[in-house]
């Protein structure tokens, strides 16, 4: 399958990551030679094998309800970009209008 | 000989007995990074102060008359996308470049309480993607048997440190070779434990499926001893093995006679480069000499594990990496004025080229319209490659193979096409993906004097078995003796990466 300068267009915008143009179209060509290989897994029969998602075989892990130390938001505001009082700040989330 | 040419098993009886104090080791291993380090390159953060401190309060505790702990006074390097409290911690990434966690991962934890020191954080490729450390942010880490060449990745300056005498040994992460191959690339041991043995409380996460820590270090008793303090049970990885653990450094008797020891023949096909093939053979008489039964197995679907590993580590890199929103740590883009914006501009520019296309690939293969056919289909060929290593483990006690296909590559030989760096992988790929234990042992050496290595795959939480298996080898053959002659220059008259110190 081959994948496209516009199809990684519209991915980077699901994945908010700013790409230059540039790059689009070097990751498209990189992509498809990847998407070949990838390709491969349409040869396999997996018949009704089921999906395995972690092979550490766990089930539902349960602990008791308690309350632990954690670390105090001070602490926590650190390595933030920008802040005020107790909270992380960014730039507006809602249109102006 | 000197003091951090020694190996943890050597140089702890010195500190126990008095007749070393922890300060004094601890200096020489700093004292080898200032000479050697601004050749190799392996660290991206030296924590001298930091270090100097830990042994002065070891040797404190000592003079008391306080028992000595498991690793004590050990110099450790820590691969620098494992949180350390207070210590910058980048994931070798632009994105984090002035990060400090404000708290300890749990393998740090318990190596400090065993008594180690954390002299520094290695170099990477970037989030752990790649296989050659070309792909850090900060700069190359170059292969201390020859400095043209990588020392692998994604642990490549784990692995340097280690072989160059930087440090007495290491942590790496291994998701899907990161441990094992540069091992293999700089004539070390290199273990990646059974999923879910190690806690990944801590370390910044890759693709959590896979994703393990373990121990990169100059010998197997050396691996035994770190996973002793490593391994086991932590609430804080969702994913911890609940069980009980042996001694590993007790299960260490170089005796495998009567054992059986299958040798995959897809790994032994097209692509295996001459060198390495010759080393892998002699290795497998040694094995037989030594007693074990050596029969071919076949994994039949693990010619698709490379397709099935891509697949599943961009999607889930893509999920993990979606945590770097500029809001909580790490870079922000200047001058954007919505936040949908900021995060989208501080990804763009934060990040390097390969963990870019990674996430492409990830939201791709995770699109509605993609998954079923990519993603869905990668987890069921997982699923039968996990069945084909349990159907072999009903006959072998363990598998043998080369770790890589080849010796250590020229650096800038395979930064141009992702998909021929990616080869680098493909016999280390299928145990991170059923989730089994394994290790590289040094087996050898090309006719250009750079190491090989023996992969040895086990059953899942069977390391002891494991483990003595690389120490009968390793004990019947002297590749873990040699050492590179290095030429030296100090990192202070070439500064290789920015700031070096805490």
Redesign the interface.
Known sequence: MR?TKE??GR??????????ED?QSL?AE??S??LQ????????D?GD????????G?TN?F?EDVVLPS?DPE??L?????KEGAF?K????LEAD | MRLNELKAHELLPLIRRHEVTVEEAVTETLDRIAALDGTIQAYITVAREHALQRAKEADARLAKGEPPRPLEGLSIAIKDNICTKGIRTTGASRYLE???P??DATVIERLEDAGAIVVGKTNMDEFAMGSSTENSAMFSTRNPWNLNRVPGGSSGGSAACVIANEAVFALGSDTGGSIRQPASFCGIVGLKPS??LVSRYGLIGYAS??DQIGPMTRDVRDCALILNVIAGND?RD?????GELPDYAGCLVPEISGLTIGVPKEFLEEGLSGPVRDAFMKALDRLEELGARVVEVSLP?VR?A???Y??ISSAEA?SNL?RL????????APG??????????S???G?G?EV??R???????L?AENRE??F?????????I?RDFQEVFKTCDCLVGPTSPTVAFEAGEKTR???EM?LSDVYTVPPN????PGISVPCGFDEEGMPVGLQIMGK?YDEATLLRIAYAFEQATDFHRRRPEVPQKTYQSESAGGERSV
């Open positions: 994948i199809d990684v991915i980077s915008i699901l994945a908010r990551l700013k790409l230059s790059d990751f990189q992509l030679g990847i290989v990838i390709d491969s897994l349409d040869e396999v997996t094998m089921n999906r395995m998602i972690s092979p550490a766990l892990v602990r670390i602490e926590a650190k390595n933030a970009p920008d992380f960014v730039p507006r989330i | 002035d990060f400090i404000p708290y999923y879910g499926s896979m609430p969702s994913q911890s093995y609940p679907h698709h490379l397709a099935a891509y697949v893509g979606a929103d500029g809001v909580r740590y790490g870079y922000r954007q004025e919505d936040s949908a914006s900021m995060m989208a501009a990804r763009g520019e990040l080229p870019k296309r996430i492409v690939l990830g939201t791709y293969v699109s056919k990519y869905n289909e990668a987890l069921r060929v997982r699923s039968l996990s096409d992702p998909l990616y993906l059923a989730g089994i899942q």
